[in-house]
């Protein structure tokens, strides 16, 4: 998808500036959103870059960063977060989901006391469901401006490539995933993880690959950077062996050549049908490519798992073997039947580990092992049923429908659109196969990608507000 036309009015003229003197710097731009103390700013935005650069490969460090940013980030929109042309983002849309999400936990939790009491957690914890929502401060400290979203970004994307030699095995570990196709995960949680970071960055490099790319001093320093990291992204997504991340990133990347496509098409409209034929013709090359040169390992990653789809094809679930494949299918089938006893409000935000503490249908060795159901949404059922379910596709939804509207008003880049749609579906599809909503990583992403789009989406909202004149909903 093309860029929009840039907009005729001024976002400073349209949305105001704060005056803080450390922004006037080229690295990072004032916030557009709201006017804070330069301090309060000032510290929010330095924990930010820290989480930011840290938080992939470290723990205790951007953990404390993360909760000031998150601190600053609420204080100001508490206290500067005041209506301006007619938009106040205190009232924004996501707020109130972010409120609704608060509601649900509380709701699971008192309804956990009354069904269940001997089961439900001591105290009420919102953490699992609030932690969706960290893209709110941090997109009140990235102030409404592209330009700080991408530098965190960038950031976040320096930290995850030197990630081998911060939390892994560096040099050592890659020859061992290159040379004897070893398992790699560099550190970083599991290579469940490790796969969905990379396949983030990948995403994210293509979808922005124009701005980067673009003709400009020392473009081709900017190109060959690129390229490296690409390549490093992909590279280390094979290398860790994911399958659920792999059939994830195969989708999101469909959409992104679907955008390069259209935007190509737009520029030479008498050429549309060698465009797509050349287009055709690539993907059919890098794939026969590929699987000359990966079919080996993907063929050994399947074939442990051969017998289990024989069985499963068959309907004879009891005779599945406990398998990587074989044990989500058991502890899926044994999650069902907890969720239909209790479909709308769940078990309580402990109700996974019930599954595994209680269940009479699951090995001990199954039970020992593991603590959720490889199922970001069988997850979320257990825990919190439709209510949960219903608020999740509630923020989806908010997300990417702002998205595309913005985009078609010329108030987003289709760059910025292509990455909020191919996150989307990757981070749809891999939630299938693990519980990434539920742990650090996915709360990270959530943050820094959610955090990046929201506020241009905020932005947005403000510049089209003050050339209507008017008050509308955000």
């Known amino acids: ?171 050592t570990e890659w020859r061992l995933g290159l040379t004897w196709w070893r398992r790699v995960d560099f550190g970083l949680h599991n290579a469940q993880h490790t796969a969905m970071l990379f396949g983030t960055g990948a995403l994210g490099l293509l979808a922005l690959a124009p701005s980067i790319l673009r003709n400009r001093r020392g473009c081709w320093l900017y190109r060959a950077a690129w390229l490296l990291a690409l390549a490093i992204c992909i590279t280390a997504v094979i290398l860790t062996k994911t399958r659920g991340v792999w059939v994830g990133l195969l989708l999101a990347l469909l959409v992104t050549l679907c ?28 794939v026969l490519v590929g699987y000359l040169c990966l079919g080996e390992i993907v063929e050994k990653r399947l074939e442990g798992e051969r017998n289990t789809f024989a069985l499963l094809q068959q309907g004879d679930l009891d005779k599945v073997p406990y398998t990587s494949v074989g044990i989500r299918l058991h502890t899926w089938a044994e999650a069902l039947n907890w969720i239909a006893q209790r479909p709308l409000v769940g078990w309580g935000g402990n109700g996974r580990s019930l599954i595994f503490d209680y269940s009479p249908n699951l090995p001990d060795e199954v039970k020992q092992r593991f603590g959720h ?62 519980s990434y909503l539920f742990f650090e990583s996915g709360r990270l992403l959530l943050a820094l990608v959610g955090g990046g789009l929201l506020t241009q989406l905020w932005a947005a909202k403000r510049r089209q507000a003050a050339d209507m004149g008017g008050q509308t909903p955000l």
């Not at 930010?48 to 909760?67: E, N």
């Not at 969706?132 to 102030?143: C, N």
């Not at 970001?376 to 509207?405: E, K, M, T």
Request: proline residues 5%.
């Open 373 to 434: 159901l490889h199922n970001s949404y069988l997850d979320l059922l257990v825990n919190f049923g439709l209510l949960g379910l219903l608020l999740l596709g509630a923020l989806v939804y908010w997300l990417v429908s702002r998205c595309l509207r913005f985009y078609r008003a010329g108030l987003l880049s289709g760059s910025n659109l292509v990455f909020a749609l191919s996150f989307a579906v990757f981070f749809g599809i891999i939630n299938l196969f693990e």
């Open 1 to 171: 998808m093309s860029n929009p036309p840039p907009h005729s009015a001024s976002p400073t003229a349209a949305i105001g500036t704060a005056p803080v003197s450390f922004h006037r710097g080229l690295w990072w731009r004032p916030n557009q959103l709201m006017q804070p103390r330069p301090w309060l700013q000032f510290t929010g935005v330095l924990a930010l870059l820290v989480y930011g650069f840290f938080g992939i490969a470290l723990d205790s460090v951007p953990d404390k960063a993360f909760q000031l940013a998150n601190l600053c980030g609420l204080v100001i929109l508490a206290i500067y977060g005041k209506p301006l042309h007619g938009v106040s983002l205190r009232r924004s849309g996501i707020v109130w989901l972010a409120v609704a999400a608060i509601g649900v936990s509380l709701i699971s939790w008192v309804a956990s006391w009354i069904l269940q009491p001997q089961w439900a957690e001591s105290s009420f914890k919102v953490h699992r469901l609030a932690n969706w929502f960290a893209m709110i401060p941090v997109a009140v400290l990235l102030g409404g401006q592209a330009r700080n979203a991408y530098l965190l970004w960038g950031l976040a994307l320096l930290g995850l490539l030197l990630s081998p030699w911060i939390s892994g095995g560096g040099l």
């Open 259 to 286: 955008a390069a496509v259209i935007t190509l098409q737009k520029y030479y409209l008498s050429h549309r049908r060698y465009i797509t034929a050349a287009v055709v013709a690539a993907c059919g090359a890098s």
